[in-house]
C-alpha cells in the first residue's frame, strides 16, 4: 500500500478526519457485536451437541448392575478349617506370561530373565499357570475382577485414573469380616478401592501414574515388605499385599525390548528369592500380573500379549495336584501351556483361606490349587452353590438352567459318574453361566442411544444449514434473533420436561434425562423457529438449489465424495481398522488432483501456474512422508510394519528441523514480502531457539534410555539430566502457552513501512499512488491479516511438538509445510471459499493423529508424556500434556482453519464479510466432523452384537465423541475468540477504511 507523504491542502482536513473515525467506531461497534451474536449461536449449538453425546455414550455404555449381597458361610459352604491361615499376595503389574517361562534361544531382555517362579514351579509344592485377562486389560478394572469374580463392564475402564471405591463383596471384604489384619504397599488404586479394609498402621500406598518413574513404586514396596515378612513381625499381619509397578511403567515407556525390561525383571526376582526364603509354613505365596502388554508396551486391549498374564502360588507346607506334563508345555513360548480365568482365582484364594465365596462371582476353582480330588470336588461343590445364589437373585437368570443344576447337584450325591466327568459338568454349567451374564450385561438401553443420535442428527442439519446453504442465516440481526429464540424455546422445554417428569414419574428416566431432552429439543426449536418465520420452505429450497447451482464444481464434488467415504468408512470393521491408509488416499488424491489443475489451467499466468505446481507437489510430497509414519493396530499386522519408534536418528532429526522448519516458514513470508517486524522476531529467533529447546529435550531423553550411555559414566548425571528435561519442558510449555500468546494478543504485524522517493512499481502492492512524490509503501500489506495470524498457530504448534515424540514432531513439522502449501494453493486455485478447502484441514488433523502414534485404541494412548513437567499427577498441567499430545493435530488444524480466509487478503472495509466467511469455514470443520461423527455413532449402535465392538467400533465412536466436544470447545474459546476476534479488531482499527 502507498501513502502520499505531501501533506493535502484542504482545509476540512479536521472535519474529515472526524467523521473517518466516527465510521471507523461505528464499523468495530458494529464488528463487536456481530462477533459476539456467532460466538452466542455457536456455543448454543455445542451445547445440543454434547448433549447429543452424552446421551448416546450414556445409552451404549452401561454400567452393571450390582447386588449388594455379603456372603457368608452357611451349610458349610466355607471350607473350615482354612487350608491356609495367612497369604502374601504380590501383584507385579503386567506381568506377561513368557517373561516367566524359559525362552530357548531368545535374546530378548524380557525372556529368561524372571527364573525363579518356573523353578520353583517344578516343585509339588509350587504352581506356575498362563491367566486369562477379561478385556478391557486396564489395571482398576482388572483388581476388581481379581477380588470380586465380576466381570467390570467395558465403561469401568474410564474409572482406572480415577479411582472408584469398590461397591460389592470380595474377598479383602471377607477378610475383614472374620476380623483378619491386612497389609498393603504399592499402586494406590488398592487404596482408593479397599481403603475400608485395610489396617492404617500397615498401608503404603505410592501413586501409579507416573510411568516415566520405573523404581519409587517398587523401591517402596521393598522397603515396607521386606521388614513385615521378617518371623518377628509376620504375626501383625494376616494378608500381606503388593503391588509392583516397575514392569509395566518400563512396557509404557520403553516398550519390553529395552535393556531397563531385564534390569527390572531381574529385581523382581531377586525379590521373590527373599520373600521365599522368610515364608513360613503356614503361609500361601500368590504372585500374579494383572495382565499383560503388546509389543510397544502397552495395554487395555484385547490382543493375546495384552490378556495372557501369570498366577503363580507356592506354599513351603502345600502340594498342588498338577496335571500331566503336556499341560505345561514351554514350548513356543508357552502358546500351548495350561490357562486359568483370572475371576477363578477369587473362589479359589477365597476357599483355601476358609473365606466364603464372594456374592457376585462367576469364576470357578482353579484345580491345581487342591491337594487331593475331594478338595477338588468340595471346592466345586460350595462354588456350584454360590453361583445359584447368585443367579437366584439376578433378575433375568433365576429361571434359567434349573435342570443342569439339580441334575448335577444330584449326581455330587449320587456318585453316578466319576470325580472327573462331574468336574466336567460342573465346569460346563459354570461356562454357561458366564456366557449369560455376558450376554445380559451387554445389553444396550436403545432410548438413550436413539435419543442421543436425533439429537446429533438434528444438530447436524442446523449446522449444514448455518454453515453453508443460506448466507442469509448468518447475517448479524439473524444471530440475535437466534439467540433470544433459543433461550426462549430453551426454558420452555426445560419446563415442558420438568413438568412431564412430575406428572409421569417414569422409574427408569431421571430427572436429569429429562431436563436434558427439553434443553436439546428447545434449542433446535428455538434455531429453526427464526428461519422459519422469516423464509418459506419454498425460499430455504430454491436457496439450497441456488448455492448448490452456482457454487458447486469439480472441487466441491471432491469434497462430498470424501465426506461420503470417510462416513461409510465406519460400516466397516475392516475399513475402521485401516482408517489411517484411507485418510492417506484421500489426501494423496487431493494433491494430484491440484497438480493436474495447475498443470493444465489456462487461466492462470505462467508464473502462478509454476508456484502452484511447487505448492502442490510439496503437499502431496509432504502427505505421502507422513503417510510413512504410523504406529500399527493389532489388527494390522501382519501387513503393517511400525515406523513409529524413538531412534537414534528420529532425534538427529529433531536438531535439523529446529534450523529448516523455520527457513521454510520464512520462505513462504517472503512470498507474500511478509517477513518483516515481527516475523524475524517470532519465527527467525523464536521458533528456532524453541524448537532447538525441543530437540535438547528429547536428546537428554534418548541418552536417559539409552543403554550405552547408561553403561557409561556421563559427566552429566542422570539426576542432572532428569532435572534438566523437567527445566526445559516447563519452560517452553511456559512460553508457548502463555508468555508468546499474551504477547501475540498486544498485536505482533508483520509489516514494514518503507519510504521511497517515486512510485512503486512492484507486483505485491496493493494500492499505489498515480501522483509523483515521496510515498510510503507498506510492505506485506496484502498478507497482513494471515501474516500475523499464523503467528498464533506457531505458538501452539511448538507446546505440541514438545509433548509428541520425535518422530510424531517430525509428523507435524510435515502438517505446517501441508498447511502453508493448501493456503497458497487455495489463493491460486482460487478455491478459499470452497467446500473442499475446511474438509481437506479436517483430514489433515486425521493424518497426523495417526503419524503421531495414535490409532482409534485405548492403548495407544501415550500416557507417559502427561509427565514431561510434574513427577506426580498434578492437575491440570499432566492433563494438558496428554490433551496437547493426543488431540495436537486436530488443534493446531482448528487453530489454522480461519486463514483459509485470512490468507493473502488486504484489509477490508467489510470486516463482518471476512468474518462472515471466517464462520463459513468453522462451522463447516465442525459439520465435517459432525458427519463421521454421527456416522461412527450410528454404526457402532448397528453393530452392537458384533464381535469386534469393543474392541474396533467402540473405541472408534469415543474419539469421535471426545473429537466433537473438543473442537467446538476450542474452535469457540480460542480459534474465535482469542485468535479470530482479536486479528481482525485490531486491523481493522489500524487500517480501517
Not at 476353582?365 to 453361583?387: C, G, M, R, W
Not at 492462470?604 to 505421502?624: D, E, N, Q, V
Not at 509428523?811 to 487455495?826: A, C, D, F, V
Not at 484441514?841 to 503421531?852: D, M, N, R, V
Amino acid at each position: 500500500m502507498d501513502i502520499d507523504t505531501n501533506p493535502p491542502t484542504d482545509g476540512n482536513k479536521s472535519s474529515a478526519r472526524i467523521q473517518q473515525q466516527s465510521r471507523t467506531r461505528l464499523r468495530q461497534q458494529k464488528l463487536r457485536y456481530t462477533f459476539i451474536g456467532y460466538i452466542i449461536v455457536l456455543c448454543f449449538l455445542a451445547i445440543t451437541q454434547f448433549i447429543g453425546v452424552g446421551f448416546f455414550t450414556k445409552g451404549f455404555l452401561l454400567s452393571r448392575h450390582v447386588l449388594p449381597n455379603i456372603a457368608e458361610c452357611v451349610d458349610n459352604s466355607c471350607m473350615r478349617p482354612a487350608k491356609y491361615d495367612k497369604a502374601i499376595f504380590l501383584v507385579i503389574d503386567a506381568l506377561r506370561f513368557d517373561f516367566t517361562i524359559p525362552v530357548a534361544g531368545s535374546t530378548e531382555y524380557y525372556h529368561n530373565n524372571f527364573p525363579i517362579l518356573y523353578d520353583l514351579a517344578q516343585k509339588e509344592n509350587g504352581l506356575l499357570l498362563k491367566f486369562i485377562a477379561d478385556p478391557p486389560t486396564t489395571t482398576l478394572q482388572r483388581l476388581k475382577g481379581l477380588t470380586t469374580g465380576s466381570l467390570p463392564t467395558f465403561i469401568d475402564a474410564g474409572s482406572n485414573f480415577n479411582g472408584d471405591h469398590i461397591d460389592e463383596d470380595n474377598w479383602l471384604l471377607q477378610l475383614r469380616r472374620a476380623n483378619k489384619t491386612i497389609a498393603f504397599m504399592g499402586d494406590d488404586t488398592w487404596t482408593a478401592l479397599f481403603d475400608d479394609y485395610i489396617d492404617p498402621q500397615m498401608n503404603f500406598p505410592y501413586d501409579s501414574l507416573n510411568v516415566w518413574d520405573l523404581h519409587t513404586v517398587d523401591n517402596g514396596v521393598i522397603e515396607h515388605l521386606y521388614p513385615l515378612i521378617q518371623k518377628e513381625n509376620s504375626t501383625q499381619w494376616d494378608l500381606l499385599v503388593g503391588h509392583f509397578l516397575g514392569v509395566d511403567h518400563v512396557g509404557h515407556r520403553y516398550g519390553p525390548r529395552h535393556f531397563s525390561m531385564k534390569e527390572k525383571l531381574n529385581q523382581m526376582n531377586e525379590v521373590l528369592e527373599h520373600v521365599v526364603s522368610n515364608l513360613d509354613d503356614d503361609t500361601l505365596l500368590v504372585v500374579i500380573g494383572d495382565h499383560g502388554m503388546d509389543s510397544t508396551g502397552n495395554h487395555g486391549g484385547d490382543a493375546p500379549d495384552e490378556l495372557e498374564s501369570t498366577l503363580f502360588m507356592y506354599s513351603k507346607s502345600g502340594k498342588f495336584l498338577k496335571k500331566d506334563e503336556s499341560a505345561y508345555d514351554v514350548s513356543n513360548e508357552g502358546r500351548n501351556y495350561r490357562s486359568v480365568n483370572q475371576i477363578d482365582l477369587v473362589p479359589t484364594i477365597s476357599l483355601l483361606l476358609g473365606l466364603p465365596i464372594p456374592y457376585n462371582n462367576l469364576g470357578f476353582p482353579v484345580d491345581e490349587a487342591f491337594s487331593s480330588h475331594e478338595e477338588i470336588l468340595t471346592a466345586s461343590y460350595n462354588t456350584l452353590k454360590q453361583l445359584k445364589t447368585f443367579r437366584d437373585n439376578t433378575p433375568n437368570l433365576a429361571h434359567t438352567l434349573l435342570e443342569q443344576f439339580d441334575t448335577l447337584i444330584q449326581h455330587y450325591h449320587d456318585k453316578t459318574y466319576s470325580e472327573q466327568d462331574i468336574l466336567l459338568m460342573a465346569k460346563e454349567y459354570q461356562y454357561l453361566s458366564l456366557e449369560q451374564c455376558k450376554s445380559l450385561w451387554a445389553r444396550f438401553d436403545l432410548r438413550l442411544i436413539g435419543i442421543g443420535l436425533g439429537i446429533l442428527f438434528l444438530a447436524l442439519t442446523f449446522m449444514i444449514t448455518y454453515s453453508r446453504s443460506i448466507p442469509a442465516v448468518r447475517v448479524s440481526t439473524m444471530s440475535f434473533e437466534f439467540i433470544g429464540s433459543v433461550i426462549a424455546m430453551t426454558m420452555l422445554g426445560l419446563v415442558l420436561s420438568f413438568s412431564i417428569y412430575i406428572v409421569l414419574k417414569p422409574t427408569d428416566f431421571t430427572i436429569w434425562n429429562c431436563l436434558a431432552i427439553g434443553t436439546a429439543l428447545g434449542m433446535v426449536i428455538g434455531f429453526w423457529a427464526p428461519i422459519m418465520d422469516r423464509f418459506s420452505i419454498n425460499f430455504l429450497w430454491n436457496q439450497i438449489i441456488d448455492f448448490f447451482m452456482y457454487n458447486f464444481n469439480s472441487w466441491s464434488f471432491m469434497g462430498i465424495v470424501f465426506v461420503i467415504a470417510h462416513c461409510l468408512i465406519f460400516a466397516s470393521n475392516s475399513y475402521v481398522v485401516w482408517e489411517d491408509k484411507m485418510v492417506s488416499f484421500f489426501l494423496l488424491t487431493f494433491g494430484i488432483g491440484s497438480i493436474y489443475n495447475c498443470a493444465v489451467n489456462t487461466e492462470l499466468s505462467r508464473p502462478a501456474r509454476i508456484l502452484g505446481l511447487s505448492h502442490a507437489i510439496t503437499f502431496t510430497i509432504m502427505t505421502r512422508l507422513a503417510s510413512m509414519i504410523n504406529l500399527c493396530r493389532e489388527e494390522q499386522r501382519p501387513y503393517c510394519e511400525a515406523t513409529f519408534k524413538t531412534t537414534w536418528w528420529s532425534v538427529l532429526l529433531l536438531h535439523v528441523i529446529s534450523y529448516i522448519l523455520p527457513m521454510f516458514i520464512a520462505s513462504f513470508y517472503k512470498l507474500s514480502d511478509s517477513y518483516h517486524s515481527a516475523a524475524p522476531l517470532w519465527i527467525g529467533t523464536g521458533l528456532s531457539f524453541l524448537l532447538f529447546m525441543n530437540a535438547v529435550y528429547w536428546t537428554f531423553e534418548y541418552v536417559q534410555n539409552s543403554e550405552y550411555f547408561n553403561n557409561m559414566n556421563l559427566i552429566i548425571g542422570i539426576p542432572l539430566i532428569k532435572s534438566l528435561k523437567l527445566a526445559i519442558a516447563r519452560l517452553v510449555l511456559f512460553i508457548t502457552l502463555v508468555l508468546a500468546n499474551f504477547s501475540w494478543s498486544r498485536g505482533p504485524l508483520c509489516v514494514k513501512l518503507e519510504l521511497k522517493e517515486e512510485n512503486s512499481d512492484e507486483s505485491d502492492v496493493s494500492d499505489e499512488a498515480e501522483t509523483p512524490g515521496k510515498t510510503a509503501t507498506i510492505l506485506g500489506y496484502g498478507n497482513v491479516y494471515g501474516s500475523s495470524y499464523f503467528l498464533l498457530v506457531l505458538n501452539f504448534t511448538v507446546a505440541i511438538m514438545l509433548t509428541t515424540k520425535p518422530i510424531g514432531a517430525v509428523s507435524i513439522s510435515m502438517l505446517i509445510i501441508q498447511i502453508l502449501s493448501l493456503l497458497e494453493l487455495s489463493d491460486i486455485l482460487a478455491i478459499r471459499k470452497n467446500l473442499i478447502s475446511p474438509i481437506i484441514f479436517g483430514l489433515l488433523g486425521y493424518q497426523h493423529f495417526f503419524s503421531t502414534g495414535h490409532q482409534a485404541t485405548i492403548p495407544s494412548i501415550q500416557w507417559e508424556l502427561g509427565f514431561m513437567t510434574t513427577e506426580t499427577i498434578f492437575m491440570p498441567f499432566t492433563h494438558l500434556n496428554i490433551v496437547l499430545n493426543t488431540f495436537g493435530p486436530f488443534i493446531i488444524v482448528s487453530l489454522a482453519i480461519p486463514l483459509i480466509t485470512l490468507w493473502r487478503i488486504v484489509p477490508s472495509n467489510k470486516p463482518i464479510t471476512v468474518l462472515s466467511q471466517i464462520i463459513t469455514n468453522v462451522t463447516t470443520l465442525i459439520t465435517y466432523h459432525l458427519f463421521t461423527g454421527l456416522s461412527s455413532l450410528l454404526f457402532a449402535a448397528h453393530f452392537r452384537r458384533h464381535l469386534m465392538v469393543w474392541k474396533i467400533f467402540a473405541p472408534r465412536f469415543m474419539l469421535s465423541g471426545l473429537l466433537i466436544i473438543m473442537l467446538n470447545l476450542f474452535l469457540i474459546v480460542v480459534t474465535l475468540w482469542f485468535g479470530t476476534g482479536r486479528i481482525l479488531t485490531q486491523i481493522n482499527r489500524i487500517f480501517g477504511k
